[in-house]
């Protein structure tokens, strides 16, 4: 059946505006294996002016929109038991993690196009694979624009095909943790396709 997730959020405000473009945040307090199962329970921390983002298409009051949506699609990720984040080598994964939040933008708030901003610099490095971090690679947007998979996949199969990749994410049946695009895999071959076939 479908996971039922709950969550307990607060927000704050706080001068965070830097020159990534960082207008909140969501910190978790407790995540996944909390009392209450699937709980996620957190608080997210909102730029006082939504001014100085970097941002030039898109109002403040915008801005504190899609942020919320954003950082919200972050506190909905939490709730799932996954340590997808850390690969084997224990490096971090979080490409999936921003390209879903980046998606839930234009999922919760559609009109506000301030993931366009974004997009120009994914589209400059064709070569780059897909789940790289930005921050990895001295180019911080390609996960922001990866959730161009997200949007494809909600065209071609329905919204509900991201939270599956979450629900393979958090419960194998072995008890294994699988990458995002491992989950992907998985969920493509339930749909009867494949990546090549995207």
Request: hydrophobic share 40%.
């Amino acid at each position: 059946g479908a996971l039922e997730l709950m969550f307990r959020l607060r927000g704050y405000l706080a001068e965070i505006a830097d020159s990534r473009g960082a207008l909140g945040l969501e910190v978790i307090e407790f995540e996944g294996g909390h009392p209450v199962r699937d709980t996620a329970v957190g608080f997210i921390l909102f730029d006082n002016d939504f001014l100085n983002s970097g941002f030039t298409t898109v109002t403040p009051l915008e801005l504190m929109r899609v942020t919320a949506a954003h950082e919200f699609m972050h506190a909905v990720q939490d709730a799932y038991e996954t340590d997808d984040q850390r690969l084997p080598d224990g490096t971090l994964n979080f490409w999936y993690s921003e390209a879903t939040s980046a998606w839930g933008e234009k999922e919760v708030v559609p009109g506000i196009d301030a993931i366009l901003e974004r997009l120009p610099g994914w589209f400059e490095y064709p070569e780059t694979a897909l789940d790289a971090y930005g921050a990895e690679m001295g180019h911080e947007e390609h996960e922001y624009g990866s959730m161009l998979l997200n949007v494809l996949l909600t065209a071609k199969y329905g919204p509900a095909t991201v939270r599956r990749v979450w629900e393979s994410l958090s419960r194998q049946p072995d008890g294994t943790d699988l990458t995002s695009i491992q989950a992907l895999d998985v969920v493509l071959n339930e749909v009867g396709s494949s990546r090549p076939d995207l």
